[in-house]
């Protein structure tokens, strides 16, 4: 099932999460992310158009300055992540301009997809980027983001996305495989839930655990995001960044993930 919404999808968000490019000293994992950009540019080879949301910023902050990788202070955390943008953006460049491709900038707010204006005016970026072979990156506005205009996470940030655009999948890739029935980290025996037709009754039948150190979301932010793009007849997929060629394998059918029928 997974294999067919893949070929059968021709508009594709992407998440990646910020455990996925953080190593295990918190910086951030370069490697990664030029694999990664290379298993994208085969999709688009493949005739896909692909939008990246990303996270990492902070990440990429403690990576160039690590004198302030353990400061808690608000104002730190917004500092960090505005250095960490730019170093973000600069690798993400370098990944994708080695299959010769450029990549655009969106850094957004709650508050743009609750203007109309704005949101005509992401949607006309968007189609634009596309358009021209750009692949847009998008992530929040954490240096300016209150907690009144924040969203908190880029689970349901790639879910208003994924439906701005009027995409036919969103995937989500995290730290582990996909939806278990319970927290395979603190349980040997979960098992992975490899279709859910309905997040609602999903939501009974598991066990949800909190988020980890890197990332601000967990697993209830990512089946708020199932619900969303679900909701709008957009199948998401989660499955595990970590694993070696984490998107090739999923399209070949050789690993496995959750997938959320839309409805």
Request: with cysteine.
């Amino acid at each position: 099932m997974i294999e067919k919404a893949l070929r059968d999808a021709r508009k594709i968000v992407i998440k990646i999460g910020s455990n996925t490019l953080a190593q295990s000293d918190g910086t951030i994992n370069r490697e990664f992310m030029r694999d990664f950009a290379s298993q994208c540019a085969d999709l688009i080879e493949s005739g896909k158009q692909i939008v990246l949301v990303s996270s990492g910023a902070q990440v990429a902050g403690v990576s160039t300055l690590h004198r302030w990788a353990r400061k808690r202070d608000i104002h730190y955390r917004q500092a960090l992540c505005a250095i960490g943008q730019v170093e973000l953006m600069d690798n993400w460049r370098q990944a994708f301009s080695e299959r010769s491709i450029h990549i655009g900038q969106l850094l957004l707010t709650k508050d743009d997809f609750q203007d109309d204006y704005r949101t005509l005016n992401m949607r006309n970026t968007l189609f634009t980027l596309v358009d021209e072979h750009v692949v847009p990156i998008i992530n929040e506005n954490d240096s300016v983001s209150t907690e009144e205009i924040k969203i908190g996470d880029n689970d349901n940030l790639s879910a208003l996305t994924a439906i701005l655009w009027g995409a036919d999948l969103l995937m989500l890739f995290s730290d582990i495989d996909g939806v278990y029935d319970k927290n395979p980290k603190e349980h040997g025996d979960a098992k992975l839930i490899e279709v859910v037709p309905d997040v609602a009754v999903l939501r009974n039948s598991i066990l949800l655990g909190s988020s980890n150190s890197f990332g601000t979301g967990g697993m209830a932010t990512k089946l708020e995001a199932a619900e969303k793009v679900t909701a709008y007849g957009i199948p998401m997929l989660l499955a595990n960044g970590s694993a070696s060629r984490c998107l090739s394998s999923l399209v070949d059918g050789s690993r496995l993930g959750t997938i959320f029928l839309a409805k």
